[in-house]
């Protein structure tokens, strides 16, 4: 018979699966609980980073019908079920397992498929969701700047165009010819 606390624990792990847009299984091999408590104070809001059994992860995985994670879940697992966005939590973790080796990658999950330690890793390359919707609006805007100039130029040179002609008839000279070859007869 199942115990109530083995029980609950898989019931909020599958839980936080389900809620979760992605998770990052990693190993914690000799870090301090001042360490760990860093690394959840670097993931802020954005994550909930949890240090759970092999065997009730599994279970709990199933439930949430979670499936490729059975390979990463060896030796001492801590997982952290991002909420927010996943580059920033794996940009986070990266960071963190760059400074402290005792944190390593062991792969995650993310849009119903398991991910491998360089596919995480390429994520937390990525720039955040700020920085390519602030570089998306700065493309649009100059695509619209160039469209505005090139709506703009025709007008403009009609309105020279116009400008010299007034220019040549208040010095008394006459109007030069017509571009298309016509001769002006008056």
Known sequence: MARPDKVAAVDEIANRFRESSASVVT???GLSVAKLT???????????FRVAKNTLV???????????????L??????????GEPVDAAKAIKTFAKDNPGLSIKGGYMDGRALSVAEVEQLADLESREVLLGKLAGAMKANLSKAAT???QPASQVA?????LADKKAE????????DGDSAES
């Open 160 to 164: 020279r165009l116009g400008q010299a």
């Open 172 to 179: 008394g000279e006459p109007a030069p010819a017509a571009a």
């Open 74 to 83: 060896a030796g001492p697992t801590a997982i952290a079920f991002v909420q």
């Open 150 to 152: 090139l709506f703009s």
């Open 38 to 48: 860093q690394l959840r104070r670097d993931l802020g809001a954005s994550a909930n």
């Open 58 to 72: 599994k279970r709990a995985a199933a439930d949430a019908g979670v499936q490729g994670l059975d390979d990463l």
């Open 27 to 29: 190993e914690y091999r």
